[in-house]
């Protein structure tokens, strides 16, 4: 079974700062990964897919994956009050790599 | 385009009755998913079907759920007999068919048993 650990914070930054949100995961095997944010109430929507060792950047967002050390992790630059909601890692269960096994999340709060 | 539409958008019922939840996929994607997701154990995957046939209900809680894909463009997730623990916000997503394709969430249906 797959595991996808992340710490449920809430993760507390001023706006303007820099917001590094982390996952590990279990399986060496895991090829992609996925960021989603979820703001309260609503579905999860997907922000990032990195798939290579190293940095992907999208605007604000980073992601940086590290697989000898089993982590990946999301960088939101220049945070803004907007941003805050929970963001979920995933990576795909399955030898089909359709499915995924979701984080519990980690909640960010961005101070005003 | 639309997005994936679920039905319906909240659901109270009692324990012991019948619930079926809806979804129409992204016309288009092949792969279509059901979450479900709790406070206690996040988003958890129930099962998901591949060109309308299920591939993998390992996280089928137990007998009284069911799912059925009859065509592209519809998928129903049952719940008999319900009981107060369904309590939850299940989630369908799909996605086009293939390998890392990012899934598309519907808005959840958010279901009380009570």
């Known amino acids: 079974q797959k595991e996808v650990e992340q710490n449920s914070g809430p993760l507390s930054v001023p706006e303007g700062a820099i917001a590094s949100l982390n996952c590990t995961y279990s399986d060496r095997g895991s090829q992609s990964f996925f960021w989603y944010r979820q703001y309260s109430g609503k579905s999860p929507e997907l922000i990032m897919f990195i798939y290579s060792n190293g940095d992907k950047e999208d605007g604000r967002f980073t992601a940086q994956l590290n697989k000898a050390s089993q982590y990946v992790s999301l960088l939101i630059r220049d945070s803004q009050p907007s941003d805050s909601a929970t963001y979920l890692c995933a990576v795909p269960t399955d030898t089909g790599r359709r499915a995924l096994t979701f984080g519990s999340g980690t909640r960010l709060q961005v101070q005003p | 385009d639309a997005g994936v539409i679920q039905s319906p958008r909240h659901e109270v019922t009692e324990m012991g009755q019948e619930v079926t939840l809806r979804c129409k996929p992204i016309s288009g994607h092949n792969s279509l998913f059901w979450y479900r997701q709790t406070m206690m154990r996040g988003l958890e995957l129930l099962i998901y079907f591949n060109n309308n046939v299920p591939i993998d209900d390992s996280g089928m809680p137990e007998d009284r759920f069911s799912a059925k894909m009859p065509n592209a463009s519809f998928s129903t997730l049952k719940i008999q007999p319900s009981e107060p623990r369904d309590s939850a916000v299940y989630f369908c997503?799909?996605?086009?068919?293939?390998?890392?394709?990012?899934?598309?969430f519907g808005d959840g249906t958010r279901l009380s048993i009570l």
């Open positions: 997503a799909s996605s086009l068919s293939g390998e890392d394709q990012p899934q598309h």
